[in-house]
């Protein structure tokens, strides 16, 4: 049973939040020039918040997404003792995650930093091409940005640059999408080595399609990557297909099969998969769920947000009724089988439908390469 604060975190994803004056200004600082939020990405478009009990939310907002946030119930207010969060009668007292301070600065070569790396609450990442190979229908990547490879030099620089912030130091690093062309998979395996060679020790992850020849999974353990997030993404191969036709050339098995080597080298507590939750029946993502979890690899619920730049903007997201049932039948499945509902990192949790719990076994990031690196 979902407690009141666990609850409202779903209503905002699914319904959004408006920004009192008081907040906005706030937020905005006294120049005005501090944005709301980067909302760089279909599933992180709104603003961060931390609600009471260390429970994570990216709230979406009209500014960003206007097709679904019109006047929702949900009011993040300030008074004197900070902010917090108005719905209905209840009132749940939050820290805003402020974007860090390098979003306006540009590097040594004179282009942006957020060109190369955007830091979301704890966790900075980087998508050392831009745009995408492939053509996902619910991903903004492909129809905001066209491909192009960035410069290993500045990707390094801007993961420095991200541990370094004031405001918003990254404690970890996520090494994400687009997907590289064939001919672009030997620059992605440059990235990762230099990367990790470059900072040894930190928590460094990637996400990304496991095509044929692109990861090597014992070459990537070996050179020091801490884990891996391969997304099944839908579970059903028939929704797949039509939502998202070249990632879905490779089959469920095939997916199913690479998860499973992964976490026979990486170990279980290191692989995850995010299924986006709205984009198919429950039941689907269920079975989704009970595949991941029985070969001890973390389910990870990630509510389906239409993004305005994609072919879906149309579509509404999950209502909150749907998500909250999603997520109890899969917490029980992840019981069933002795895994957790992923991330691990707690303020990742922001744009998926996890929580902490008693266990222990969920925890904040804190690198060693923070302090090194200031
Ligand atoms: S493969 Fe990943 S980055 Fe590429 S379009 Fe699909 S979701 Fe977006």
Redesign the pocket.
């Known amino acids: 049973m979902l407690t009141a604060v666990q609850r409202l975190k779903i209503d905002l994803m699914t319904e959004g939040i408006s920004v009192s004056e008081a907040a906005r200004r706030k937020i905005i600082g006294r120049k005005g020039n501090r944005p709301l939020t980067l909302a760089d990405y279909a599933s992180t478009s709104g603003i961060a918040l931390e609600l009471e009990g260390d429970i994570w939310v990216n709230a979406p907002i009209h500014d960003f997404n206007p097709n679904f946030v019109e006047t929702p119930p949900h009011v993040l207010h300030l008074d004197d003792n900070g902010f917090f969060v108005r719905s209905g009668r209840l009132e749940v007292p939050a820290n805003f995650v402020p974007v860090p301070d390098y979003h306006d600065q540009k590097n040594p070569w004179g282009e942006p930093y957020t060109s190369f790396a955007i830091t979301h609450t704890d966790r900075v990442r980087i998508s050392p091409i831009e745009g995408?190979g492939?053509?996902?229908k619910f991903?903004d990547?492909?129809y905001q940005f066209r491909y192009r490879k960035k410069s290993i030099e500045g990707l390094v620089d801007s993961v420095r640059k991200a541990l370094q912030d004031k405001r918003l130091p990254a404690q970890h690093v996520l090494i994400s999408?687009?997907?590289p062309k064939p001919e672009d998979y030997e620059y992605e395996h440059q990235v990762y080595e230099a990367i990790t060679a470059a900072f040894p020790g930190l928590d460094i992850d990637i996400m990304m399609?496991p095509s044929p020849g692109l990861l090597d999974l014992q070459h990537l353990k070996d050179i020091g990557i801490h884990g891996l997030s391969i997304n099944l993404e839908l579970f059903n191969q028939r929704h797949a297909d039509k939502v998202?036709p070249l990632?879905a050339r490779l089959t469920r098995d095939q997916y199913l099969n690479f998860i499973e080597r992964a976490v026979e080298i990486f170990g279980p507590d290191r692989v995850r998969s995010l299924l986006l939750v709205g984009l198919e029946s429950i039941d689907d993502t269920l079975k989704g769920v009970e595949a991941l979890a029985e070969r001890a690899c973390q389910p990870v619920l990630s509510p389906f947000r239409p993004d305005p730049a994609t072919p879906l903007r149309h579509l509404q997201p999950p209502s909150g009724d749907f998500l909250g049932e999603v997520y109890e039948r899969s917490l029980n499945i992840a019981e069933r089988h002795a895994v957790k509902l992923g991330p691990r990192c707690i303020p990742c949790h922001h744009n998926t439908l996890t929580y902490p719990d008693r266990s222990g076994w969920y925890r904040k990031s804190h690198s060693a390469q923070t302090a090194a690196a200031t």
Do not use: A, I, Q
């Open positions: 995408c492939l053509v996902c991903c990547l492909p999408g687009g997907t399609v998202m990632k």
